[in-house]
């Protein structure tokens, strides 16, 4: 049995519904995200799970419990909010005891897990400082610690990093990685950052107008989006209008491209999806399918590489962006107005209805 399952979980205010019955079962350990823009439903969802908005509709049942209808204090569960949500009257040490005072424990068992708590989250020395005494990385790892201090079976995650500047979200996520690993506490973390999801989560769900979009690991998720909004919203893709000529080939304006053409038949419309790294500029030779000539547009910098958009004859007024490391910038001496040979592997060309992306 599943350590956690969401069934059929639908959550409307008034007329507007914010999640649509979403079914989710999540194993024991697991790290996983709830990834979308913002208004799709993950943090409703999340809600629902602490109890702190219940649900409309559906039942949620954790280590075999169902928990649907029970107040937070009743769950099983530690929360990390973006905003810290520390006590700025109370110490470190303090804020990460607060729980365990509530529920009784003796005085020395606090102190220990305090002590504890504070050497794994790497603040052994912070323990008698106040909140506005610490950055705001260094808060987020108390928060953390707050919530591991009654040794919960689930830990929520709610935009715990978005607060923070990129290095220190950078380091953090792996913090949370490594922590999460070493405690097995299943976790669940809300973000619209798809890197953030990608790095660290075992599986991802996508959301998007309250249901699940797509659910998978990261390398399922980028590889393979089931749907044209995944496929937009995790990481970079090109739309091209086109249309199946015959089984296995589809016609973007003048150029005909191999690809899978499964679910759709010949003279259908169709929505041609190819990522800006997919498309190879090495070695491509007379025989390499889908080559084409072409040339460079635009070309746009981005540290580990160059972004650059192309044209081609046969292509006609459609544009292509591809990404090309700088060792391959280098290597080939790419440049602005220069031209290239162009290939795209047929097994990376994704098909979807028309009008997507």
């Known amino acids: ?75 099983d569960f530690g929360i990390v909010f973006q905003s810290y949500a520390l006590f700025p009257n109370l110490t470190v040490g303090q804020n990460i005891a607060y729980g365990l005072e509530n529920r009784g424990l003796p005085r020395r068992r606090i102190t220990e897990r305090v002590a504890e708590l504070l050497r794994l989250v790497g603040l052994e020395d912070q323990g008698d400082k106040y909140p506005a005494q610490l950055s705001g990385g260094q808060q987020q790892r108390v928060a953390l610690a707050r919530a591991l201090a009654p040794s919960p079976g689930l830990l929520l995650l709610d935009e715990p990093l978005s607060a923070l500047d990129a290095k220190v979200r950078l380091y953090l996520r792996h913090e949370i990685r490594d922590l999460q690993r070493e405690l097995n506490v299943t976790t669940i973390m809300v973000t619209h950052d798809q890197e953030e999801a990608l790095s660290i989560a075992d599986r991802i769900v996508v959301m998007h107008r309250g249901r699940i979009e797509q659910l998978g690991t990261p390398i399922e998720i980028y590889q393979n989006p089931a749907t044209p909004f995944v496929a937009d919203f995790v990481g970079t893709m090109n739309f091209l209008e086109g249309t199946v000529v015959e089984a296995g ?26 990522r800006p790294e997919d498309v190879v500029v090495r070695a491509v030779t007379a025989e390499t399918r889908n080559r084409f000539a072409a040339r460079i547009l635009r070309t746009d910098f981005l540290g580990p590489f160059l972004r650059v958009e192309i044209g081609a004859e046969r292509l006609g007024a459609v544009r292509l962006l591809v990404d090309l490391s700088i060792n391959l910038v280098r290597d080939l001496d790419i440049e602005l107005g220069g031209g290239l040979e162009v290939a795209v592997p047929p097994e990376r060309i994704r098909l979807y209805p028309p009008g997507a992306g």
């Open 1 to 75: 049995m599943s350590y956690l399952r969401l069934e059929n979980i639908t959550k409307r205010f008034g007329a507007f519904t914010a999640v649509d019955r979403v079914a989710l079962a999540i194993e024991e350990g697991e790290f996983v995200c709830f990834l979308g823009p913002s208004g799709c439903g993950k943090t409703t969802l999340l809600r629902a799970i602490a109890g702190l908005d219940f649900q409309s509709e559906g039942r949620i049942l954790q280590a075999g419990r169902d928990i649907s209808a029970l107040p937070p204090r009743e769950r």
């Open 249 to 274: 080939r589809a016609r973007v304006a003048e150029l005909v491209l191999e690809c899978p053409t499964d679910g759709f038949a010949p003279g259908d419309r169709v929505t041609v999806a190819i």
